[in-house]
């Protein structure tokens, strides 16, 4: 029985020590395998990023946008303060027909009081109504953007074949860090403002 023990004990040792060996050999060749020098990582693993702060700020599409967005913001907000203007002079010239006892009757004052109510109510109405269509306006154009980039990039990346091109941004910085040989943003931003016609020219 204690002979069978140690066989069995002897059979054990052997099969860890081979697992030993494998393991170790193996795990060597797959370091070797996967081990590159920093000054051929491009080639070695194709993989790139772009800094999108970067293309919001300079690519000339984007600037282009803004500017729509600035120029709708401006019409909506001259819009609400000429009507705010106009609403607050019917307001004075109220407050001064009631100082004055210019209404015949009480009742005429407060339909007068509730019509500028129901005014500055709708007012308030319109104000919201062009902020929500400026909110809409301001999604379907970062959508238009977006899909613009993602198109220029893999019209760009036909001729620069990388496997993964990642996006970082400072709100959330996706890449903790890497070599600035992987940046193209310049590169990417140059072709981008190449191929883009400003409405204006």
Do not use: C
Not at 184 to 189: K, M, R, V
């Amino acid at each position: 029985m204690k002979n069978i023990n140690y066989i069995i004990d002897g059979v054990l040792a052997v099969a860890v020590i081979v697992l030993f060996i494998l393991h170790f050999t193996g795990s060597k060749q797959s370091k070797v395998e996967r081990s590159f020098a920093p000054s051929d990582s491009a080639s070695v693993m194709p993989m790139a990023y772009v800094n999108i702060d970067t293309l919001l700020t300079n690519y000339n599409y984007s600037k282009d946008l803004n500017e729509v967005i600035l120029r709708k913001q401006e019409n909506s907000r001259a819009s609400v303060t000429q009507r705010a203007r106009s609403l607050q002079s019917e307001m004075d010239e109220f407050q001064r027909k009631v100082d004055n006892n210019a209404f015949l009757t009480r009742e005429r004052a407060q339909q007068e009081q509730q019509r500028l109510m129901n005014k500055q109510q709708e007012l308030q109405n319109y104000d919201n109504q062009l902020a929500q269509e400026l909110v809409q306006e301001q999604q379907r154009l970062t959508e238009q953007l977006r899909d613009t980039l993602v198109s220029q990039l893999k019209a760009y990346n036909r001729t620069h074949h990388y496997q993964v091109i990642f996006g970082n941004t400072s709100s959330s910085n996706n890449i903790l860090t890497a070599d600035d040989a992987y940046d193209i943003t310049s590169e990417f931003l140059e072709y981008l403002n190449k191929n883009y016609s400003s409405p204006n020219n």
